[in-house]
T-cell receptor
């Protein structure tokens, strides 16, 4: 199977700083990853995804880095804003397996104005 | 709005009662997922459907839980004889353009 986990349960940053949220996974056969953002009382919201044939992917103010050697991925948020305050999850899919993503525990990002 | 609707948003029930939740996924998407999330944890997989067929169930899904997806459209998740440990957020999701899951806002269940 697959297990994913985030390194820190809570990350506090100042508005305008860059944020980095890290995630480790256990199964080297994982070939697709998604980062989700979850605000209080809402379901997880898709942010960005990356396949294992890439090591970097950029979106609007967000970048995901994938290091397959150490089975680690990170989500970087540039110029963090108060609206970025939420819980962030990484989810991984196993190649050749069923289409069932496994979620980590989440990192709570707190942005101070 | 992700296009995935869940009803009700909140449900309070007494231990021992049965509850049923409904999910209306993104239309025309043949896969539908149910997850459960407790406070401070990531979503945990419960079950998923491909059209009307229930293809996989987690060990978390005890015999008190049953899910259906008649006609491959909306889905229901029923919990019989609820226990306090069933208190959680129940999330429904359907994928768009491959594996990318889009979640509904969930049903928050509180069992007293």
């Amino acid at each position: 199977g697959e297990s994913v986990g985030l390194h820190l349960p809570t990350l506090s940053v100042q508005e305008g700083d860059n944020s980095i949220i890290n995630c480790a996974y256990s199964n080297s056969a994982s070939d697709y990853f998604i980062w989700y953002k979850q605000e209080s009382g809402k379901g997880p919201q898709f942010i960005i995804d990356i396949r294992s044939n890439m090591d970097k992917r950029q979106g609007q103010r967000v970048t995901v880095l994938l290091n397959k050697t150490v089975k680690h991925l990170s989500l970087q948020i540039a110029a963090t804003q108060p609206g970025d305050s939420a819980v962030y999850f990484c989810a991984g899919y196993l190649s050749g397996g069923s289409y069932i993503p496994t979620f980590g525990r989440g990192t709570s990002l707190i942005v101070h104005p | 709005d992700t296009g995935v609707s869940q009803d009700p948003r909140h449900k309070i029930t007494k231990r021992g009662q049965n509850v049923t939740f409904r999910c209306d996924p993104i239309s025309e998407h043949n896969r539908l997922y149910w997850y459960r999330q407790t406070l401070g944890q990531g979503p945990e997989f419960l079950t998923y459907f491909q059209n009307e067929a229930q293809l996989e169930k987690s060990r978390l899904l005890s015999d008190r839980f049953s899910a259906e997806r008649p006609k491959g459209s909306f889905s229901t998740l029923e919990i019989q004889r609820t226990e306090q440990g069933d208190s959680a957020m129940y999330l429904c999701a359907s994928p768009e353009r491959g594996e990318k899951l889009f979640f509904g806002s969930g049903t928050q269940l509180s069992v007293l």
